[in-house]
């Protein structure tokens, strides 16, 4: 059996590194990567380069960012009473999406993990304490994702919070928008129960 | 809403350009290669880059390769008297994985299709002529797809080497290997039925 060409099997190597594409897609991406005019493929090789060499971590949120402060820590625009806590970077651009929150974010980079051997000290905790403590801050939301570290980092900063006098909240847990309640799980039809909210 | 900083943005875009990868597809490995080593990501550009600069097709066959002719080409291991016809360059990969031709291929870089004007002068069909004219070929095997377009092509080229002394083949139609015939076109099963071969 002959091989690839060796630029094409590196490629294909190269490709595969990332999670979530196979042999098979690795495959199919370098051959369009081959195919398509050479201008496109030479433009995702500089983008890669682009971003890996410009962008860096926010030194107040931790968003990702090419200026420092990021875009949305030096806007003039948002809001000052409110900072969401999210787990990571992408995470703001999730919310930032839905339009209703104009506040502040800072992102954790990560979530407790005993097994990971992940403690607070590993996340961006003193960061967010300080700035809570120096900003006028009236409500921190804590939006970390449902799921057991998530919500065990909720509970974590939740105790750490209580001695700021600041309102804590909680990203509401309960059904998807557009689901049906006989494919949701029992802990989901729980959680929307208990937060079920008057109708007036 | 604030968006992504702009080298980010232009990494989601160049990624959105692959087929088959959507807008969180896109986002997804972006962050990956934001996240993963700073030498990962700078491989993969550099990996595109090379493959770019390097691979062209075989003055010979037309399969991809950096150097001319290509590694099959110009192997001397290779059975002078078969000929494996096919659409793209990487079905010669496949076949060669099955490790069962040993003989030389003939890339036509596609399929006869009129919807999309590709006509027989659209394909490198002038070039496998001039091959068999000059080789000592004994037999040419037709392994483009059983779609329509490769079906359609594997006709056209049986009519025009019919005055070759040369024997025509065609890769089998058939039921998949490991797939259950309740779950097989009826097509497919009528291939298989005419194709039956005797069980000695």
Redesign the interface.
Known sequence: ????????A??I???K?????GRK?A????????R?D?K?????????????E??FHCSVCNN????DP???CS?LDRDDASICVVE???NI?SI??T?LFHGHYHVLLGTLSPIRGIGPDELRIAGLLQRIRAGRYREVILATSPTTEGSATAHYLTEILREYKITISRIALGLPVGSDLDYADEMTIAKAIEGRLEVK
Chains 1, 2 share one sequence.
Do not use: W
Not at 17 to 21: A, E, T, V
Not at 27 to 34: D, M, P, W
Not at 40 to 52: C, K, M, P, W
């Open positions: 059996m002959i091989d690839y060409t060796p630029p094409l590196r490629l190597a190269e490709l590194k990332i999670p979530g594409i897609s495959q199919r991406i370098a051959y369009f990567l081959l398509t050479k496109n493929a030479l433009a995702l090789a500089e983008s890669i380069v682009q971003a890996r410009t962008i990702i960012t090419a200026v990021c875009e949305i806007s990571e970077p992408f651009h930032e999406k339009g």
